[in-house]
């Protein structure tokens, strides 16, 4: 057996790796805007990018060079370099050469951008950024709070993972993205580090399953941002490694973020899970839970803390999976309202369940009752915040 | 050739249709919330319902029957008899039972609802509401508010269509639904009458191919109602026919209540056509278009009126066609913002795309510049209002 615990440090929790962040300009105020993260060793590397065909430029410049190996990190808040063409990555290039050129100790550096769309990268003010940077430090917070946009805390996690034969490894792992409510402008970034002993095939396949369950299942308005990004680095530092253990503590590094990203959703109040059971199959469970995480509907009635449970009812309708109002049960946490046509909800039950909703978190369980599928996904309620937020982001 | 011009009467100009609606007791304070169209002669039906599993107890009413003439539709606002399982099919029967009795020049009457979903249908209010009926009524207007829920206006047109041997025919609709930008509970309803020599088989192919462009084309978040229902009868009355004359005249009728519908969204205060061109086909560009007009970052940016075309070009990125930064093009009405990668947004452009996007109506064009496929859906802006009505609904 393994055993995971929680420590600090971040993304420099693990041996050899190194962050910060510092203020470039690009924010007002004075505000962290750059960041970079450094191994003193070249590391390996997964990854998991956005599926929106307008992929912003730092993700075809990923794709173009086929990074392999690479020991730094450089990400920009406020700018999103996505429709900005071939000049896009001209631009990158031209950046990471500063920054090769001021630190002979990088290779195959990546660059990662968020922020407005469609605006040429503020080069020479990303520069200004580089030419503060110290390799050697170890400030995750400072990193973390760089790649803010509309977040309202800085998003870190570090566990400390201790091997049945004594070994030890870490991950950590900094992300931004102030809810996927709104990831077209919000972009999700997520890099985790790690000095496990594992290499990219492995680290794939593993990183593919955990997104699933993760940063997939939090709630997205069906708009995939241009630049969302997951980078995992791994030096191999520790020289220890195994399978199920990594698995776990990469599992709870990303729910943790994920969760932190719904909480911290544009104008969100509520973190709300939708626990989705008795369906036909996974496939169709997921669907379903991520229709109800996803619904406008949904959303409004969480932040009017409104226990309509015929929303419920109808999105998982609406949503195109096998379902039947004959075998379906709705329970707000342990307040069940719905039952194979049998309705709970006289004002005592209301009561209950409005009880419920006012929960900072809670669950909407949906027994679907036609089968052993099943999945949970994430989200948060939409009140007015979010309109404004939105409103007018660019100006 | 022939001619179609606009006339008044609603629902009861084609002959022999009548309509009225009445005050039952449903909505508070004397509202108008029960409603009825009757025509002096059997009609033939067309029909289009929601794909919603958790279909409602009037549509299931409607397939159980398999009704094939009818001459009255029995219309209730303020519940939609879903969620209600084989006793909201048994309600209705008691309900049109009551109908029946009452004037036996009614045979297979057909009854649809709208309003709140999970709680058994009031009859013997209803039941009230049937006591105040006089059938030889042609008030269209009285029945299109009665079907009313959260709409802000009644929606009603008629056409009068002249042929070319100088036959006419006429086609007349009510609708309710404000703004398909929250079907699942402001249930989208359309009932259209026609004294045009049409039959169920020809009417209901007509109708296929109308819905994609009109009520398909409008608005929708995702959330399908339990209730969605357009019904077409055809009484045959004029003698006079013409296919072609019919579906124009057909979708001038739906495309002008599906319009009138997102002007009415709740809250919305624009009504925004998304015209997508160039696509790889039509199937593809309507996939874009319904993408912009559903999505959230879209519609709060509507409604701070700020012309954000990255969100429109990541928004069709995100929605899985073929799309391609180097080929997009995008106007705000006359003002193209972003031409193959090409960026013309500088401050006065700026001010020009607000300018346009001030106005009540406007086009955000789209060519994906790789085909001839296009597709024209239409949308509204989201803003604090649509919060405030959907937050508490039930309550």
């Known amino acids: 057996m393994y055993k995971i615990e929680m420590i600090e440090g971040g993304v420099c929790a693990a041996e050899g790796f190194y ?12 505000a962290k805007d750059v960041a970079f993260i450094y191994s003193d060793t070249l590391c390996e590397i997964a990854s998991v990018f956005t599926t929106n065909k307008m992929t912003a430029a730092p993700i075809r410049h990923f794709w173009r060079y ?28 031209e950046v990471l050469e500063v920054l090769t050129s001021r630190f002979e100790q990088i290779h195959n550096p990546i660059m990662s951008s968020t922020g407005v769309i469609g605006v040429r990268l503020p080069k020479e003010t990303i520069k200004v950024g580089i030419r503060k940077f110290h390799l050697r430090v170890k400030n995750s917070q400072a990193a973390a709070a760089a790649i803010m946009t509309t977040d309202r805390f800085a998003k870190q996690i570090a566990l400390r993972v201790t091997l049945e034969d004594g070994g030890v490894f870490h991950i950590g792992a900094i992300a931004k993205g102030a809810g996927m409510i709104n990831p077209a402008m919000a972009t999700m ?14 680290m794939q396949e593993i990183l593919n399953d955990v997104v699933t369950r993760t940063f997939n299942a939090i709630s997205v308005d069906g708009d ?28 709870q590094v990303m729910l943790h973020l994920a969760k932190a990203m719904t909480r911290d959703g544009e104008g969100a109040s ?18 379903a839970a991520k229709a109800l ?5 949904m959303k409004t ?21 096998a379902c039947d109002e004959k075998c379906l049960r709705i329970a707000f946490d342990d307040v069940c309202v719905y039952d194979k046509g049998t309705v709970f909800f006289d004002k005592l039950m209301e009561e209950r369940a409005v009880e419920v909703m006012r929960r900072s978190e809670f669950t909407i369980a949906c027994d679907l009752g036609l089968g052993a599928g099943s999945f949970r996904a994430y989200g948060c309620d939409l009140g007015y915040e979010y309109v404004k937020i939105n409103a007018d982001y660019r100006t």
């Open 270 to 287: 509520k973190l709300v899970t939708f626990d989705i059971s008795g369906a036909r199959n996974d496939a169709e469970a997921q669907i």
């Open 224 to 251: 995939t941002s241009t630049n969302d990004t997951v980078l995992l680095l791994s030096n191999q530092k520790s020289g220890c490694y195994d399978a199920a253990a990594f698995q776990e503590a990469l599992e």
């Open 66 to 93: 086929g990074k392999v190996q690479s020991n730094c990190i450089l990400i920009n808040a406020k700018n999103a370099n996505a429709m900005t063409g071939d000049a896009g990555i001209d631009d990158i290039d």
């Open 19 to 30: 962050a910060d962040g510092v203020s470039a300009g690009l924010k007002p105020g004075g």
């Open 301 to 321: 009635a969480l932040f009017g803390e409104d226990p309509n449970w015929g929303r419920v009812a109808s999105t998982i309708g609406a949503s195109g999976i």
């Open 293 to 297: 995480s996803n619904s406008l509907l």
């Open 189 to 202: 970034l997520c890099f985790i580090t790690t000095d496990a002993q594992c290499y990219s095939d492995a």
